[in-house]
C-alpha cells in the first residue's frame, strides 16, 4: 500500500467506555451487595422506560435471553416455530432446546430478514410461534408480522439482539411482540462490561415464568432480587413443598437456571443507557456514510433495503456481491483484512448447513436460496460507535483500491451453491 494511505485498525466491534462507568462500577462494589440488587432494578426500570414494555428481566446474555423466552412460552412438545435459517446460533438454539421443531424459512435478500410474503404457506396445524431477529440490526417489519400472527394465533417472540434504536413505526423493539429479547455483548448497541441481556414483555405469566428461569428455578417471584421485605421468616415459611413449611429461598416449580448478571454490570450498563441516543447517531452517521459511498458501485454490490415505516440502527452493514462480477468474495475480504479492516460473515450464512444442525429434526421451505447466496456471497464491516471521520474516509479509499485494481481484471464467478440437505432429517406437515 502506498505511504499516503498508513493501514489503520478499524475493528468490526468495539465498545465505547471510559471513567463514569469505572466510576459507577466502583460505587456499586462500594455497597457492598454483589448480587442483582438496585442497580439492577433500576437498570431494568430505565430499559422499560425506553421500550415501554411492562415487564423485563435481566440475564447475563442475549443467548440466555432467547433460551428464558422460548421456554417461558411453554409450548407443547412437537409445536412448530417459525424462524430463518440466516441466523444467530442462540435464535435458532432455543427451539431444539424447549423440543420444539423449526419451521426454517428463507430471508428475503433485500431486507435479509425473514421472508414476511413467503411464511404463511408453511403455517400448520402444529405451528404456533414466529421467532425472528432483527438481523444485524436490520429492520424486521414486526408489525406486518403481528398482523400474520394474530391471524393464525401465534406467539411473535422478537430477538432484537442486535439492535436497540431500530424502529417500526417509530417505536422501538417490542412494541409488536409478544417477548422481545435484547443482548448486551460487549460488540452491541451498548454493553453491561462485556455482556447481558434483557427479556421484556407485558404479560404478567411470561414474565413470572422468566424471572423463575433466570433464578434457578425458584418458585417465588419475590427473591427475583436481594430486598429486605424478602428475608422476612414469617413470609419466606408461607410456603410448604409437599406439606412440609419450607423456606421459599428454596422452592422451586421448574427447572430453571442460572442466568443472572452480577451488580457491577447494571452499573456500568446504566451510564451506556445515557449515552446509547448518542451511540446510535454516530453509527447512523457510519452507515449513511458507507453506504452512500458503496451506491456509487451499485454494479458490484448489493445493499440493504427497507420500507419507509421501518428506521435501522444497524449493528454493523451487511455488503452482498453482486452475481457475475469479476472477482471472488474472498479476494475482497483478503484485501479489507489485509489493510486492517476487520470483516465479519452473516453470522451462520444458512445454519442447516452447519454440523452441528445435521442431524436435527426441522422441516424447511421449498427454498432456502436466498440464504445460500448470503453465505456465500455477503459479509459484515463495522459502522459501530468506535468508528470516527478518518476510520470511514480510509474504508472507503482501502474499498476503492480493491475496486480500482481488480474489477477490471478476472473472470466471472459463479454463484451456484449446491443443495446438499440430508432429506431424511426432514418431516412433513
Ligand atoms: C441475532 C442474535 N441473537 C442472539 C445473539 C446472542 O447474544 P449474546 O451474545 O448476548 O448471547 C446474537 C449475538 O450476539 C445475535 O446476533
Known amino acids: 500500500m502506498e505511504n499516503s494511505l498508513p493501514i489503520r485498525r478499524i475493528l468490526f466491534a468495539k465498545p465505547v467506555h471510559g471513567a463514569e462507568e469505572k466510576t459507577a462500577v466502583i460505587e456499586s462494589l462500594n455497597t457492598g451487595w454483589l448480587g442483582c440488587g438496585e442497580y439492577t432494578l433500576e437498570f431494568e426500570n430505565?430499559?422499560?422506560?425506553?421500550?415501554?414494555k411492562k415487564h423485563g428481566v435481566l440475564v447475563n446474555s442475549g443467548s440466555s435471553a432467547n433460551l428464558s423466552a422460548i421456554s417461558a412460552l411453554n409450548l407443547p412438545k412437537g409445536s412448530e416455530v417459525i424462524?430463518?435459517?440466516?441466523?444467530?446460533?442462540?435464535?435458532?438454539?432455543?427451539?431444539?432446546?424447549?423440543?420444539?421443531?423449526?419451521?426454517?424459512c428463507d430471508i428475503d435478500i433485500e431486507t435479509l430478514?425473514?421472508?414476511?410474503?413467503?411464511?404463511?404457506?408453511?403455517?400448520?396445524?402444529?405451528?404456533?410461534?414466529?421467532?425472528?431477529?432483527?438481523?444485524?440490526?436490520?429492520?424486521?417489519?414486526?408489525?406486518?408480522?403481528?398482523?400474520?400472527?394474530?391471524r393464525h394465533n401465534l406467539y411473535l417472540v422478537e430477538d432484537s439482539a442486535d439492535t436497540i434504536g431500530t424502529?417500526?413505526?417509530?417505536?422501538?423493539?417490542?412494541?409488536?411482540?409478544?417477548?422481545?429479547?435484547?443482548?448486551?455483548?460487549?460488540?452491541?448497541?451498548?454493553?453491561?462490561?462485556?455482556?447481558?441481556?434483557?427479556?421484556?414483555?407485558?404479560?404478567?405469566?411470561?414474565?413470572?415464568?422468566?424471572?423463575?428461569?433466570?433464578?434457578?428455578?425458584r418458585a417465588d417471584e419475590f427473591q427475583k432480587y436481594w430486598t429486605r421485605e424478602g428475608e422476612d421468616f414469617s413470609r419466606r415459611f408461607q410456603h410448604k413443598v409437599d406439606g412440609i413449611h419450607y423456606d421459599s429461598k428454596y422452592t422451586y416449580d421448574r427447572i430453571g437456571y442460572n442466568f443472572k448478571t452480577i451488580e457491577l454490570q447494571a452499573a456500568f450498563g446504566l451510564v451506556q443507557l445515557k449515552?446509547?441516543?448518542?451511540?446510535?447517531?454516530?453509527?447512523?452517521?457510519?452507515?449513511?456514510?458507507?453506504m452512500n459511498f458503496l451506491r456509487e458501485y451499485s454494479e458490484l454490490f448489493q445493499l440493504p433495503k427497507w420500507d419507509s415505516h421501518l428506521e435501522p440502527s444497524l449493528l454493523s452493514l451487511p455488503i452482498t456481491l453482486k452475481e457475475n462480477i469479476p472477482f471472488e468474495r474472498y479476494e475482497l475480504l483478503e484485501h479489507l483484512e489485509n489493510?486492517?479492516?476487520?470483516?465479519?460473515?452473516?453470522f451462520a450464512g444458512n445454519i442447516l448447513r452447519h454440523e452441528a444442525y445435521k442431524n436435527i429434526v426441522y422441516r424447511k421451505a421449498d427454498s432456502l436460496k436466498n440464504s445460500d447466496r448470503v453465505m456465500k456471497d455477503s459479509f459484515l464491516i463495522g459502522i459501530h460507535q468506535g468508528i470516527d471521520e478518518d476510520d470511514l474516509d480510509y474504508m472507503c479509499k482501502v474499498f476503492k483500491k480493491f475496486i480500482d485494481t481488480q474489477a477490471s481484471s478476472g473472470s466471472s464467478r459463479s454463484s451456484q451453491v449446491q443443495s446438499s440437505f440430508d432429506e431424511k432429517s426432514e418431516i412433513s406437515l
Not at 275 to 290: G, P, T
Open 46 to 52: 430505565r430499559f422499560l422506560e425506553l421500550v415501554k
Open 83 to 104: 424462524t430463518p435459517a440466516c441466523t444467530f446460533p442462540t435464535t435458532f438454539n432455543p427451539i431444539i432446546q424447549c423440543g420444539l421443531t423449526p419451521m426454517v
Open 113 to 150: 430478514n425473514l421472508d414476511i410474503k413467503s411464511i404463511e404457506k408453511y403455517i400448520g396445524p402444529k405451528t404456533k410461534a414466529v421467532f425472528a431477529p432483527h438481523a444485524f440490526g436490520c429492520p424486521l417489519d414486526t408489525f406486518a408480522l403481528r398482523d400474520i400472527c394474530n
Open 167 to 217: 424502529t417500526v413505526n417509530g417505536f422501538f423493539s417490542g412494541k409488536y411482540s409478544d417477548l422481545c429479547t435484547f443482548s448486551f455483548y460487549a460488540t452491541h448497541h451498548l454493553t453491561l462490561a462485556g455482556g447481558g441481556g434483557m427479556l421484556v414483555t407485558d404479560s404478567d405469566e411470561i414474565m413470572y415464568n422468566a424471572r423463575s428461569l433466570k433464578d434457578w428455578g
Open 275 to 290: 449515552r446509547l441516543a448518542e451511540f446510535n447517531r454516530i453509527r447512523k452517521r457510519n452507515v449513511d456514510y458507507m
Open 339 to 346: 489493510h486492517g479492516i476487520q470483516i465479519r460473515l452473516l
